[in-house]
């Protein structure tokens, strides 16, 4: 993107305001809404200027595109909403008023002023400039693009600078500014299908507010799902295909690229299903009045090799073509293997197909450095980055609590401003743009610095959040709500009862709630404020749980006083104060309530039971909102087991569950994966300097058993493939030692770089390995556990082995 501001006496004056209002004000900002809104603009309130006058938008041509046409539309209506302030339309410029000049580039406007020394507009395409120009009682403000688009995308750039107020705008005065999009492709994918966790229960009108407020903010595509092999929804209010031709034509009035996502879920060897799957494809393109882009998926879904994938791309570019000629076929490489990949490399080098616009890497495709050196330049390669999933995706949250991940789970409200801005400016070089990944509406935050950063890589995100915040909460929220979303990642960083951010940012979002009654109904303000109350009641609910099982644990410690019997009914009654005597039930409500009202606003499924979710990893975050945040599934299971046994066995294992996480004097335990309780694991570098997590040997992981309820010991559902490695110090050279080890699978485990032998190798989940360490093996009282890597390609990724937990056991001598 290039910036350019005018210098001399426009730079001397911009800190001066244009303020905008109809006639009905007749009374000025209080200094503290000057202050408050001068403030939010990085300037000064003083020498704010109020103009009574009304604002006309002059077009110049009553002719105009469909993109300028949009333009007009979203300015006068947003602006609208937002004041109350009724902006007049004209085609020729009146001698009177404040007025905003919209027009492309070439196109003369009778009676408007000269712009003297304004910014060179660029030539590239959606490029645009806004520059405003005192005049003798009046302002006047060009919005001139380069072409159709950059007029849109101009009115946007208008719509976020401007604060805004009840029957008023201000705006800086002295603005020159010019802008390009740095990337040429960028866009989110709306899916309208049954695992959406919100878009399925949207309105065709829904459906375009949405798509206006990421054009906005930059976006000029949108993709939709109009083939998917899953239920219909319960939420559809509008049938699939209609909906999907309405998603076409409303990208066609905002002059849009349309892009559609058509998986094949069928085996193409089966030429039956190989036709059905054309004659959809064909009936698509021709309900939708604009494609410009199809994305096939060479797997996640799909399982066909691309020897068979490759010849039915060419038969859809044929049906494509006919409807829509200049549309393009894009393929990525999603679980391919190197093998196919180099397949797929050879076949478009060699052929130079014309129908394919380019390549599409994400998700488990190659690395992109690899796919953009394959591909010829003539290619574009786009990417697909997954901004809605938290755990067991392409960019899980590193080293999350492992609390967060039992309640809010894979899909919750996620804004991760600075994590997804790492893991662009990572990408960034190698691609030209971008569509994301999105099951709904709870990564919105995501999407807009994703489409600010492919607009200008220079962008700031807590300046891009204060455009969100000024634009969606209010001018005198810009930055308050800024900083408080900021502080909803934060939330997730480190040892959740460590991170005293959690309980801050619940006060300060029920101060902002408290103070902006006005904000209730608006869907993103509902998001945040879920996120807020429902941190600090998980970690509150923690907090109290896990003193509840150690209390627990000490009265199993008595059993051989008490007898099992009664060990076991105290420790349960210990154990159900987390019902009985809950904490925090005020909190609980609020959520529950917040749950409801996203579903009236925005159709967001947060239940499967009460909001038909499609399933519980789809963002149902209220049916977890009470699971257990101890052991206690797991302890009543085993009580019950335990009870059968003989009662000398009974105190036996009921000492060995009270004493699991201890390893023993001059012993260590980690729960491997916990962010909690692991601090002899290795981390690797953090993901400011590592956002792609190239630099680490995994990331910790939480199994997806029983539909999120599962009732197995905690520390077997978080995990890790194989840790850089675990260092411990202070031993006792002379000692020796034994690593006992649980997980699930195989384990080729080293100490200080020799291979150990185990003794004992249980290979199910929670089954016991332990491998004798002799004192030999320990160097200077230190010793490294390292784990040589598994070949297990022929296995499916939850079948892969996984560590759980580790012991370093002194023996007695």
């Not at 107020?165 to 010019?178: D, E, I, P, R």
């Not at 408290?514 to 996120?531: E, I, K, S, V, Y």
């Not at 917040?594 to 149902?620: I, P």
């Not at 260092?727 to 080293?750: C, F, M, P, Q, W």
Request: charged content about 25%; overall charge neutral.
């Amino acid at each position: 993107m290039m910036n350019f501001r005018l210098p001399g006496s426009w730079m001397i004056s911009c800190l001066a305001g244009i303020l905008f209002q109809t006639t009905a004000i007749s009374q000025p900002l209080s200094p503290r809404q000057q202050t408050t809104i001068g403030a939010a603009v990085g300037g000064s309130s003083e020498g704010l200027q109020t103009f009574f006058s009304g604002v006309t938008i002059v077009t110049g041509s009553t002719a105009l595109t469909n993109g300028e046409k949009s333009a007009v539309k979203i300015l006068t209506e947003e602006v609208r909403k937002r004041t109350g302030l009724n902006w007049q339309v004209s085609s020729t410029c009146p001698a009177t008023g404040d007025v905003i000049i919209l027009k492309r580039e070439g196109m003369n406007i009778k009676g408007a002023p000269a712009f003297p020394g304004a910014p060179e507009l660029s030539r590239a395409p959606e490029s645009f400039r806004i520059v405003s120009s005192g005049q003798p009682g009046r302002t006047v403000i060009l919005i001139e693009g380069s072409d159709s688009r950059g007029v849109l995308f101009g009115a946007g750039k208008m719509l976020r600078m401007l604060q805004y107020n009840k029957g008023s705008v201000f705006l800086k005065s002295g603005l020159a500014l010019a802008e390009s999009p740095a990337k040429e492709i960028r866009g989110h994918q709306l899916g309208f299908r049954n695992t959406a966790n919100s878009y399925d229960g949207w309105s065709p009108e829904q459906f375009e507010q949405y798509i206006r407020e990421l054009v906005i903010f930059g976006a000029n595509s949108i993709e939709s799902i109009p083939i998917f092999e899953e239920e219909k929804s319960p939420h559809f209010k509008t049938p699939p295909d209609e909906m999907n031709a309405r998603i076409s034509a409303i990208c066609e009035t905002y002059d849009l690229d349309y892009w559609m996502w058509v998986p094949a879920q069928i085996d193409l060897n089966d030429k039956d299903k190989r036709r059905k799957y054309l004659e959809t494809f064909e009936k698509i393109c021709n309900y939708s009045v604009r494609i410009n882009g199809v994305f096939f998926p060479g797997g996640d879904p799909g399982d066909n090799p691309p020897e068979l994938v490759m010849p039915l791309l060419e038969d859809m570019a044929v049906i494509l073509k006919k409807r829509h000629p200049k549309a393009g076929i894009w393929l990525s490489l999603q679980n391919f293997t190197a093998e196919q990949s180099q397949y797929v490399y050879k076949y478009v080098q060699e052929k130079l197909p014309v129908w394919l616009g380019g390549l599409v890497t994400g998700p488990s495709s190659p690395p992109v450095e690899e796919t953009r050196a394959a591909l010829p330049s003539r290619y574009k390669l786009r990417y697909y980055p997954d901004l809605t999933h938290n755990v067991r995706c392409d960019s899980p949250i590193p080293w999350w609590d492992p609390a967060f991940n039992l309640t809010l789970g894979r899909e919750a409200v996620n804004p991760r401003p600075y994590f997804f801005a790492a893991v662009y400016k990572a990408l960034e070089q190698y691609t030209d743009g971008f569509i994301s990944y999105s099951d709904g509406c709870h990564d919105d935050v995501n999407k807009i610095v994703w489409t600010r950063l492919s607009w200008d890589l220079h962008a700031n995100q807590r300046e891009i959040l204060t455009e969100y915040s000024n634009f969606f909460f209010g001018s005198a929220l810009a930055e308050d709500g800024a900083d408080a979303i900021l502080g909803l990642e934060k939330n997730w960083e480190g040892p959740i009862v460590e991170n005293g951010n959690i309980q801050s940012c619940l006060e300060t979002w029920k101060g902002l709630e408290t103070a902006n009654p006005d904000l209730a109904g608006n869907w993103r303000w509902q998001m945040c404020l879920l996120r807020a109350y429902y941190d600090a009641y998980t970690r509150k609910r923690f907090i109290y749980e896990d003193r509840l099982e150690r209390e627990a644990n000490d009265a199993l410690l008595q059993a051989g006083k008490t007898g099992p019997a009664a060990a076991m009914e105290t420790a349960l009654s210990i154990l159900a104060r987390a019902e009985t005597k809950p904490v925090e039930p005020a909190w609980h409500q609020r959520i529950i309530d917040l749950c409801d009202a996203l579903f009236k606003s925005v159709s967001l499924q947060t239940s499967v039971a009460k909001y038909q979710a499609s399933g519980e990893e789809r963002g149902a975050v209220l049916d977890f909102l009470d699971i257990p945040l101890n052991n206690r599934w797991w302890l009543e299971d085993e009580f019950k087991r335990i009870g059968k046994l003989p009662e000398n066995v009974q105190v036996k294992a009921l000492d060995t569950i009270a004493n699991w996480e201890n390893p023993g004097p001059g012993g260590f335990y980690d729960d491997i994966g916990n962010v909690s309780k692991s601090p002899h694991v290795y981390r690797g570098e953090p993901w400011v300097t590592d956002p792609l997590a190239r630099k680490s040997e995994d990331l910790p992981g939480f199994s997806w058993w029983d539909n999120g309820f599962s009732r197995q010991r905690l520390s077997w559902i978080t995990n890790m493939g194989w840790p850089l490695g675990m260092e411990y110090n202070g031993l006792d050279s002379t000692a020796n030692y034994t690593v006992r080890i649980t997980g699930y699978g195989e384990t080729l485990l080293k100490a200080n770089g020799r291979r150990v032998t185990p003794s004992r190798y249980g290979r199910t989940i929670g089954a016991i390995k332990e491998f004798p360490i002799p004192p030999s093996f320990i160097e200077h009282g230190r010793l490294v556990l390292t784990w040589d890597p598994l070949n297990e390609d022929f296995l499916n990724w939850r079948q892969h082995s996984r560590l759980t937990e580790v012991w370093l056991i002194k023996k007695k001598r």
